[in-house]
């Protein structure tokens, strides 16, 4: 608590003063928690100080509290970008972020519990800096560092302002940031150590380290790649759920599953049922493996039943035998941007609406992809291919304009169908019978066809690795896709 207070008084976040007589004073409170590494050991036990933000008052504590926040995506767009390059990318943690964020308006605070003036317990601090729980904190913060950046050379991203770049000659350093946790990397060791000094000097930096955990993936970089991965994760949610000793599958999801609604079921603890769902959802970041069964026993948490239960459990138990499971990314030259569109027709017992799934690549590096039940009912199997195509686009037009910020212009970007007729709706620029009622937002996939944003390319059936988003598969072809989305199981020998 004492060092809390410490890092007040050197930021110099604020002064006491008389309390005004116009103006409210928020509370403040104290917040506890261990901080731990990739491994689960404590390293760091932390006290915090908090404003009771949720007091405020929008108009009188505050006005504008949007902070710009690094998608996933983007991490991973930027990771395969420094394994194309052959970057090694560093992290650091910004000490007390929120306490060096310059604050705008005038908020006023009591004094800390337990660590009030004796003599002058009427006084209150008036902040000169943000604090934490402060609604505004988070965009002052950014506000500060993004104009300190700036100011310093680089240059904010165009599409996406948590990504920075500075070039110098033929070498670049690349910045992305989330919150107070930065990542960066530079195609040569001087911008690097340039860059951790000019931080270090402004900021007060409490870590600087090639990365190896970060927004919980844990990252190895090696002299062949970068590899992406959650088993810390993995292993916590087994032994919170008490699965540590189950037996395992070989597949996320069986090919004869009947996953319905169930209503003659035996019902099960909701509030088990939905933790199992929201574990699992965070953990796809780095398993597209299970994305599609995952979100298939998602739609089941307003009264999941037994059979429900049970084949998330089958889930769990292929993750036991699949712990160390990840993706790849290679160092190499290929960074071309392609992407994979399926969809199954009226898989969902519910509505019998049908599945889109979607999968993104930049050179071989799969770094995007989805598996989401359509909005709308497809009344063949060539409509619902359609709608997942126009889904797929957006993504793939989102990933453009955000790698423009890497300096790249794409043109004709592939994406690879198994569905002819989807291709033939497309291409076709007139509305008929059979096109007439689909919804009018999905049609934007002509115009990005004929503008030569995209292009829409045949795939045989078994090449589809899409596939692995909107059905299950046996075995012997889901390993087959696994392989070609560039996931790994390593063994202990990979990384030597």
Same mark, same amino acid.
């Given at each position: ?37 990739? /491994? ?30 690094a998608r996933l995506e983007a991490i991973r767009i930027f990771l395969a970008y420094a394994a194309h390059k052959n970057i090694i990318v560093h992290q650091m943690d910004v000490k007390s972020a929120f306490l060096q964020g310059d604050l705008q308006e005038t908020i006023y605070l009591q004094q800390p519990s337990g660590f009030e003036e004796l003599s002058r317990p009427n006084h209150v601090y008036r902040l000169n800096k943000a604090v934490h729980d402060l609604k505004q904190s988070p965009r002052a913060w950014y506000e500060t560092l993004s104009t300190f950046l ?18 110098? !000659? ?29 931080? $270090? ?20 970089? $090696? ?25 395992? #599958? ?16 035996? !019902? ?7 933790? /199992? ?11 597209? =493996?299970?994305?599609?069964? $995952? ?7 307003? #009264?999941?039943?037994?059979?429900? @239960? ?22 190499? =030259? ?11 027709? #009226? ?11 979607? &999968?993104?690549? @930049? ?12 909005? &709308? ?14 889904? &797929? ?53 002509? =115009? ?15 090449? !589809? ?6 059905? #299950? ?17 390593? =063994? ?5």
């Open positions: 608590m004492q060092e809390e207070l410490s890092e007040f008084k050197r930021n110099n976040v604020w002064d006491l003063v008389p309390r005004p007589s116009n103006h409210r004073v928020i509370g403040t409170r104290w917040v506890f928690r261990n901080k731990l590494d990739d /491994m689960g050991t404590v390293v760091r036990n932390k006290a915090r100080l908090v404003a009771k933000g949720y007091s405020q008052i929008e108009g009188l504590d505050y006005d504008e509290t949007y902070a710009p926040v700036v100011s310093s050379g680089y240059r904010r991203g165009v599409i996406d302002p948590t990504f920075f770049i500075r070039s110098n !000659q033929n070498h670049i350093m690349i910045i992305q940031v989330y919150v107070d946790n930065i990542i960066f990397g530079s195609t040569n060791q001087a911008m690097v150590d340039e860059f951790a000094k000019v931080m $270090t000097d402004k900021f007060h930096m409490s870590m600087n380290r090639e990365i190896n955990f970060f927004l919980g993936l844990q990252i190895k970089q $090696t002299k062949r790649g970068i590899f992406i991965h959650q088993e810390k994760y993995t292993n916590e949610l087994l032994k919170k759920f008490s699965l540590e000793n189950c037996s395992t #599958a070989k597949v996320p999801i069986s090919t004869n599953h009947k996953i319905s609604a169930d209503p003659e079921g035996e !019902q099960v603890d909701h509030k088990l049922y939905r933790g /199992m769902i929201g574990s699992l959802l965070y953990l796809t970041a780095s398993r597209p =493996d299970i994305m599609f069964s $995952t979100c298939l026993c998602a739609r089941y948490q307003a #009264a999941p039943k037994m059979s429900h @239960l049970t084949a998330v459990k089958q889930i769990f138990k292929y993750l036991k035998g699949t712990k160390a499971m990840g993706l790849w990314y290679p160092i190499g =030259d290929n960074f071309k941007l392609q992407a994979f569109t399926d969809s199954d027709h #009226a898989g969902c017992k519910l509505d019998r609406k049908s599945t889109s799934g979607g &999968c993104q690549f @930049l050179g071989g590096r799969l770094v995007s992809w989805s598996s989401k039940k359509q909005n &709308c009912v497809a009344l063949s199997s060539a409509e619902a291919e359609y709608v997942a195509a126009s889904t &797929c686009c957006s993504q793939v037009l989102w990933m453009k304009t955000q790698l423009m910020d890497y300096g790249y212009r794409f043109l004709h970007v592939p994406i690879y169908c198994d569905s002819k007729s989807a291709i033939a709706i497309s291409h076709n620029p007139i509305q008929h019978s059979m096109t007439k009622h689909i919804d009018l937002r999905y049609h934007f996939i002509k =115009d990005q066809i004929l503008e030569g944003n995209i292009e829409l390319y045949l795939i045989p059936t078994d090449e !589809q690795v899409a596939h692995v988003f909107t059905k #299950a598969l046996d075995s012997t072809k889901f390993n087959n896709f696994l392989d070609k989305l560039g996931m790994l199981n390593p =063994d202990s020998d990979f990384f030597r």
